[in-house]
């Protein structure tokens, strides 16, 4: 499973996911066929990189994390670090 309902479509695309409901769930997940690598690799390959991974009884799970570089160009992001807020939006 690579992904669920709420998914980048581009993203579930280029991992040639398939989307699919199974009976009794009342959401969709993304799947594919591919070995866990070559998933791992198309990931690496798209900007994620592996944070962490575990197993669960026979399955295992893997945590991954995109750097969003999504800042406006011209723009400064100011961040109280204690409240993790925009600077403009605590009290003066």
Known sequence: M???????????NYLGA????MLGNHFWEYYVNDAPRIVLDKLENYGYRVVSMTGV???L???????DNKVPSGQDINVDPVKLQPRSELPQ
């Open 2 to 12: 690579v992904g669920d309902e709420h998914s980048d479509l581009a993203l579930m």
């Open 18 to 21: 398939t989307k699919r409901n």
């Open 57 to 59: 009884g026979q399955t």
């Open 61 to 67: 799970v893997w945590c991954l994390h995109k750097e």
